[in-house]
């Protein structure tokens, strides 16, 4: 990931998790390297495509021994919410943890 692109995902994310649209700027919230985020993966939503995994800019997903993405890193993930917005079966959900 090139340092334009980290940067693009931290002045403006698309948090699509509540329901609805909205940009938040990174004065609405703790600085990046601070936040730690919870990865859900609804194994019985996902058909194994592997979106998700090839979306992440951080590598935090890799595929189990079925296919399924699993959080290998947590502690990488930077809640861009890459893999939540590509996700077409709406089977992974990212979570600010507090």
């Known amino acids: 990931m090139t340092e334009e692109t980290r940067l ?3 002045v403006f994310r698309l948090r699509l998790s509540s329901g609805r649209s909205r940009i938040v700027k990174p ?3 703790t600085p990046a ?14 058909k194994r ?5 090839e979306f992440c ?3 935090v997903l890799e595929p189990d021994e079925t296919g399924h993405p699993r959080v290998k890193n947590p502690d990488a ?5 890459q ?9 992974i959900e990212v979570q600010d943890e507090e």
């Open 33 to 46: 390297s601070k936040r730690k985020y919870r990865i859900e993966i609804y194994k019985d939503w996902c």
């Open 57 to 59: 800019p951080t590598r």
């Open 8 to 10: 693009l995902f931290q």
């Open 83 to 91: 893999c939540e917005i590509r996700c077409p079966d709406f089977a």
């Open 27 to 29: 004065s609405d919230q």
């Open 77 to 81: 993930c930077i809640g861009c919410r």
């Open 49 to 53: 495509c592997g979106i998700c995994i």
